[in-house]
T-cell receptor, first 112, second 115 residues
């Protein structure tokens, strides 16, 4: 079945450091890909998405490119802030299904 | 604009007691609705989803059940809670017309502690 694999956390960075959180997927069809962010004690919020190969999603300085050849959707940010500390989830949904597949989440901690 | 509500926000219940969590969506019609559970420090586990009134699909066999009595209302229930039911319960919805590209919107969650 479809699946999403994320790098294990926690990831601890200093403020203004470069961030990469790896995400790879397995899907039988042509999925749409998403990154969600969860701040402490809250629900998930959409961070960015891409719906077809080579699309780049971007929001709040975060970027991710849909790479069909490597089945990846890595999240990047050039300069993280303390306020970026949260849990990040990679997810997919395949056309014709009603179910999202989420990765296990990666906790990011940014130190001042 | 669309909003999603969950209540209660927090709940502490004894083992063996019943449970009822409610989720309502405003500002949209015929959404797909979802219940997830997030155990402490863990990822999301899909429990139930619904594509219409009275239509419930169960992902994980357990002592929980779900119902959708109205188009924009989704209820999670249990007759007898277990310790392992503790967690953060999230309700979510998407527009029914295009599940391939539509974003899933999440509620604020209910934190359940079973003692």
């Amino acid at each position: 079945g479809d699946s999403v694999t994320q790098m294990e956390g926690p990831v601890t960075l200093s403020e203004e450091a470069f961030l990469t959180i790896n995400c790879t997927y397995t899907a039988t069809g042509y999925p749409s890909l998403f990154w969600y962010v969860q701040y402490p004690g809250e629900g998930l919020q959409l961070l960015l998405k891409a719906t077809k190969a080579d699309d780049k999603g971007s929001n709040k300085g975060f970027e991710a490119t849909y790479r069909k050849e490597t089945t990846s959707f890595h999240l990047e940010k050039g300069s993280v802030q303390v306020s970026d500390s949260a849990v990040y989830f990679c997810a997919l949904i395949t056309s014709g299904t009603y179910k999202y597949i989420f990765g296990t989440g990666t906790r990011l901690k940014v130190l001042a | 604009s669309q909003t999603i509500h969950q209540w209660p926000a927090t709940l502490v219940q004894p083992v063996g007691s019943p449970l009822s969590l409610e989720c309502t969506v405003e500002g949209t019609s015929n959404p797909n609705l979802y219940w997830y559970r997030q155990a402490a420090g863990r990822g999301l586990q899909l429990l139930f989803y619904s594509v219409g009134i009275g239509q419930i699909s169960s992902e994980v066999p357990q002592n929980l059940s779900a119902s959708r009595p109205q188009d924009r209302q989704f209820i999670l229930s249990s007759k007898k809670l277990l310790l392992s039911d503790s967690g953060f319960y999230l309700c979510a919805w998407i527009l029914a017309g295009g599940p391939h590209t539509d974003t899933q919107y999440f509620g604020p969650g209910t934190r359940l502690t079973v003692l």
